[in-house]
């Protein structure tokens, strides 16, 4: 008889494993807790790991409609120097979240994934998923890929798991705007200044561009809402057109890093934000919860039972994850919290770590795709 999962949470990680548990034999339920599955208007980069990820998913195609392939990133100081770049030989691809939530609950459906929205988990009881009206959901596995905020890992606290969470003190904003013929179309660009950071990202080359901005939140006229163009055109002059054309509903974020002791309690998995949230930087988050979906699946169909198989998994992919966790939340460090006479020091130390192809390879995901299909 088909192994059953449930899911909490029908966001990339969760609809990535409902994929690929699937498309393995498995039957999977997934609990949506808003009434529709959809990503706010925001781009989102696929490094390697994450390409490779879709490829493998079925839902590569789909994913990069209203995206770019980036051939070059750069991240320049405030006195102009690119203490950053890399013309790239490996893939990465820049696409709107939504193209990219869109393709996997596609797939999902078409595997046979029932998906269902408006469905609020509360937690976890005797290895069964829990509803907000009581309902206990039996599985073989049970799944919390229910983001930062996960009551399943909550659930998983009273039973014994060890969480730390970190409030990385960054504001962040993210948005889909019109695009201009000075966009990049098939460059990623980032400018450091101070304490603060924009990047941009092309989409479909023409029509839109995303971008991001991150300053402290102590930083009162770097985090209003609507953006304070002044404020911001003040700390880049060049960049005054592109901060007109932020929506003025786009909203600041913080930005949590999560620790867990182990991502698996019994027949009971973490995966994605809900296991190890990270500071966006590397832009790792999501590829490393599509890699984990495939590996996880890779080693419960290699596992005599599922508990075997979640255990397994975790000693493979643990490393390489609390890596790119590691040095992504070093850079939020340095990008957020580095005192103005260090400045110069920091433009150095970028531009070392920059030198390196072993780091760099390890970031964009290209050494994670060397281990998976090893
Ligand atoms: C500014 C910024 C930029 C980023 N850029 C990149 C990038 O370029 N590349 C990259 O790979 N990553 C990037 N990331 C990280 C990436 O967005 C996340 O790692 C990824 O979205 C995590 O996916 P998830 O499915 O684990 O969690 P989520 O996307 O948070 O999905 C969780 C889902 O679970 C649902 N849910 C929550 N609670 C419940 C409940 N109780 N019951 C039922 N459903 C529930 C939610 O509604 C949601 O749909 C970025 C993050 C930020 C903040």
Not at 321 to 343: E, I, M
């Amino acid at each position: 008889m088909a192994r059953h999962a449930e899911i909490a949470g029908a966001g990339i990680a969760g609809l990535g494993l409902a994929c690929q548990l699937a498309e393995s034999g498995w039957t999977v339920r997934v609990h949506e807790r808003s009434q529709e599955v959809r990503e706010s208007g925001a781009g989102i980069a696929l490094g390697q790991n994450g390409v490779d990820a879709m490829r493998s998913i079925g839902a590569f195609d789909r994913a990069i409609e209203g995206g770019s392939q980036v051939r070059y990133w750069n991240i320049v100081d405030q006195w102009g120097r690119v203490v950053q770049e890399e013309h790239l030989t490996s893939e990465l691809f820049s696409i709107p979240r939504s193209s990219l939530l869109r393709a996997l609950h596609e797939r999902a459906l078409s595997l046979g994934v029932e998906v269902l929205t408006g469905s609020i988990v509360v937690g976890v009881r005797h290895g069964s998923l829990l509803l907000g009206e009581g309902h206990e959901m039996k599985g073989d596995l049970i799944v919390g890929a229910d983001g930062t905020g996960s009551k399943v890992r909550n659930a998983l606290i009273s039973l014994g798991l060890k969480v730390r969470r970190i409030d990385l003190k960054v504001a962040g904003l993210r948005a889909c705007m019109p695009a201009v013929d000075t966009d990049p179309s098939d460059a990623m660009l980032e400018w450091l200044s101070g304490k603060r950071r924009v990047g941009l990202i092309p989409l479909d080359g023409k029509d839109q561009v995303a971008i991001y901005m991150f300053c402290p939140p102590e930083d009162i006229g770097g985090r209003k809402a609507p953006i304070d163009i002044d404020s911001w055109s003040a700390s880049y002059p060049h960049l005054r057109t592109a901060f007109e054309r932020v929506p003025r509903d786009s909203t600041w974020g913080e930005v949590w890093e999560t620790h867990c002791s182990a991502w698996s309690l019994g027949n009971t998995v973490l995966i994605g934000d809900a296991a190890f949230s990270m500071a966006p930087n590397l832009g790792q988050g999501g590829c490393t919860a599509l890699q984990a979906a495939i590996t996880l699946t890779q080693a419960l169909a290699n596992s005599k039972s599922v508990e075997d198989g979640l255990l397994a998994w975790q000693a493979q992919e643990r490393q390489h994850v609390d890596y790119v966790q590691r040095w992504s939340g070093r850079y939020s460090r340095l990008c957020s919290k580095t005192p103005a006479p260090l400045l110069r020091s920091r433009s150095r130390l970028f531009g070392a770590w920059g030198r390196s192809k072993r780091l760099n390879d390890r970031f964009a995901g290209v050494e994670a795709r060397l281990v998976a299909s090893s």
